[in-house]
């Protein structure tokens, strides 16, 4: 018999009072793990990182943790905090960096910035209460949501029958007769309409999280709101506006538990996804995460370091960019894998065929890895495309012989 060897003891180093080791720079964003939980993002620009933890519904954080540049690999920083129990905490970053507006650099090391890869994000939950930057915080989401089964229709596009619809206002009136009005519990409770209808799949104006108080105004003493959703704060978390219940650390589960039984009833769930651009706005709009982790990465800009509005939204999102397509096609995945959504609709597709100058392609990157992908094989891609720079390509998207249009 061989002598069984013990594990050897792992060396933890200490920062502001957590015992920390370097993490695991293949997981983006924040993952709970055995013993603690990893936190990893990527700034090519950063001098320093910064990561906060706060306790819930708090705006003042109980502790500043300094990733050393010892854990820092090319852009990537990366540490795992031991003890760490997700329900206990939210957490931001902040990212010191140059700032030089002429070269399209915006760092501004006293911005919260939100995790781009946050799986909940705090301070939506109340729809229609004004929001600042320090509301948002990220969670940890606890992986508990266990699927019964792979259930994907594939209804073959030419057969299908797509509903449109807004999660809120599909039930918001009190003639819709539910329980759960302006929810995706809302929405279970209609399926048996939407059979009657005879509809084979219902297209979700965006669910990702949204600030619908952004460019909010009166009219006749009545607030409005940006009702639609077409400005994402977080492209990897469902807006909790939309929950009936209230959700934590599980966030995700009513909108899965709406999926399931919509598929049960043969209803496939498509996405109007919006990475055309983002709620950030200008030069001169709100920090969230992107303007202060790269922007000139992530947003296409001009010379002088302004920001091309190809989206009539004050920003455009830099999709064929190497790491903006891997970030675009790391959501649509997880969308697919974690969710079981059936297809997305692009909305203002044609800017995914731009390049980082602004000018289009006749062989976008992005497009072929999405067309290419094997995850993403049996799910429907819908083009909106033209965008309000002038690129229309109805009839002329470029199709792969993956990707439908709509007009």
């Known amino acids: 018999h061989m002598p069984v060897r013990g594990r050897k003891k792992e060396k933890l180093d200490e920062i502001s009072g957590f015992f920390v080791r370097p993490g695991d720079y293949r997981l983006n964003g924040a993952r709970a793990m055995r013993g603690g939980v990893n936190f990893t993002i990527a700034s090519a620009g950063a001098t320093s990182c910064d990561l906060l933890l706060f306790r819930r519904k708090q705006s ?43 070269k399209g650099l915006y760092y501004d090391k006293n911005k919260l910035i939100l995790d781009p890869y946050a799986r909940a994000v ?25 699927w019964t089964e792979n259930d994907f229709p594939h209804t073959p596009m030419e057969d299908s029958i797509i509903y449109e619809m807004h999660v809120r206002g599909f039930t918001r009136h009190k003639t819709s007769g539910v329980q759960y009005p302006g929810t995706f519990a809302g929405i279970v409770e209609k399926i048996p309409y939407l059979q009657e209808l005879g509809v084979t799949a219902v297209e979700l104006m965006p669910i990702f999280e949204f600030d619908e108080c952004i460019n909010s105004r ?5 607030a409005l709101l940006e009702y639609w959703g077409y400005n994402t704060v977080a492209f990897f978390a469902p807006n909790t ?167």
């Open 60 to 102: 003042m954080p109980y502790a500043i943790i300094r990733i050393p540049e010892s854990y820092r690999v090319g852009s990537v920083y990366s540490i795992f905090i031991s003890g760490l129990d997700v329900e206990d905490f939210e957490y931001a970053y902040k990212i010191d960096g140059p700032y030089d507006p002429e």
């Open 122 to 146: 705090t301070g939506q939950r109340a729809w229609g209460v004004a929001k600042t930057e320090t509301d948002y915080h990220a969670r940890v989401v606890k992986e508990s949501y266990h």
């Open 218 to 222: 009166s009219y006749n003493g009545k």
């Open 241 to 407: 506006a939309y929950t009936a219940s209230l959700e934590y650390n599980e966030e995700g589960t009513e909108l899965k538990e709406m999926i399931k039984c919509l598929k049960k009833a043969g209803i496939e769930v498509i996405l109007d996804v919006v990475f055309n651009h983002t709620a950030e706005g200008n030069r001169m709009g709100r920090y969230f995460s992107f303007k202060g982790i790269d922007s000139n990465i992530y947003y296409t800009q001009t010379p002088g370091g302004d920001y091309y509005n190809f989206s009539g939204c004050g920003n455009t999102f830099n999709c064929n960019h190497p790491q903006v397509s891997q970030y675009i096609l790391e959501c649509l995945r997880y969308w697919v894998t974690e969710y079981h959504v059936d297809g997305f609709r692009f909305d203002l597709a044609s800017i995914l065929t731009r390049d980082e100058a602004g000018a289009p392609m006749s062989d976008p990157p992005l497009l072929r890895m999405i067309s290419s992908d094997p995850v993403l094989s049996k799910t429907k891609m819908i083009a909106e495309p033209w965008d309000a720079g002038g690129l229309y390509q109805v009839g002329n998207f470029p199709a792969y012989g993956k990707w439908s249009e709509w007009n």
